[in-house]
T-cell receptor
Framework: EAQVTQNPRYLITVTGKKLTVTCSQNMNHEYMSWYRQDPGLGLRQIYYSMNVEVTDKGDVPEGYKVSRKEKRNFPLILESPSPNQTSLYFC??????????????FGAGSRLTVL | KQEVTQIPAALSVPEGENLVLNCSFTDSAIYNLQWFRQDPGKGLTSLLLIQSSQREQTSGRLNASLDKSSGRSTLYIAASQPGDSATYLCAVNRDDKIIFGKGTRLHILP
């Protein structure tokens, strides 16, 4: 089944403890991206990647890192998580660049709580 | 800076009615506009994508229109069903960045 898989789905951690949220897609998609969703603020783009070793900032990249070493994987790294990074995170991918009218496929989400 | 607004924030309508969801954006220099559906506790599902050169797209009971010059899009849902209850989000992109509205929470009353 074609899908975007995120892990973990739920995580409670403490301030400052590094964590990684993994994202993997099995559709050979070139474009991958991360978002966070917060009540009252909606869904906001954190980072995106147009291909292996090519990443760029979205609207809210502060406090996050990403890497794209393989086409299928796009992990989101929180080096020193803080409570304001408590959120619902989504990974998404598409066949090609969004400028090329390509549809996004979303993962099921990862709910992160930072105490 | 691009801003996307969706009004109303929530809507309840009886089953069987036709309805329209609205989306507006401040910068008309967009490449595409997408409509998504989000069910509680789940990810987003793409419903329709309209390229900037297009005026509308249709899929089943859904029809999305785009008026780029006025910065508006509508999602028309015909003959609504309880299964249509969800949050509907619109999003616009220029280049490879995408900006989402906050969504309209739709409840179809049986």
């Amino acid at each position: 089944e074609a899908q975007v898989t995120q892990n973990p789905r739920y995580l409670i951690t403490v301030t400052g403890k590094k964590l990684t949220v993994t994202c993997s897609q099995n559709m050979n998609h070139e474009y991958m991206s991360w978002y966070r969703q917060d009540p009252g603020l909606g869904l906001r783009q954190i980072y995106y990647s147009m291909n292996v070793e090519v990443t760029d900032k979205g609207d809210v990249p502060e406090g996050y890192k990403v890497s794209r070493k393989e086409k299928r994987n796009f992990p989101l790294i929180l080096e020193s998580p803080s409570p304001n990074q408590t959120s619902l995170y989504f990974c998404a991918s598409s066949t090609g660049r969004l400028s090329g009218a390509n549809v996004l496929t979303f993962g099921a989400g990862s709910r992160l709580t930072v105490l | 800076k691009q801003e996307v607004t969706q009004i109303p924030a929530a809507l309840s309508v009886p089953e069987g009615e036709n309805l329209v969801l609205n989306c507006s954006f401040t910068d008309s220099a967009i490449y595409n506009l997408q409509w998504f559906r989000q069910d509680p506790g789940k990810g987003l599902t793409s419903l329709l994508l309209i390229q900037s050169s297009q005026r509308e797209q249709t899929s089943g009971r859904l029809n999305a229109s785009l008026d780029k010059s006025s910065g508006r899009s509508t999602l028309y849902i015909a003959a609504s069903q309880p299964g249509d209850s969800a949050t509907y989000l619109c999003a616009v992109n220029r280049d490879d960045k995408i900006i989402f509205g906050k969504g309209t929470r739709l409840h179809i009353l049986p």
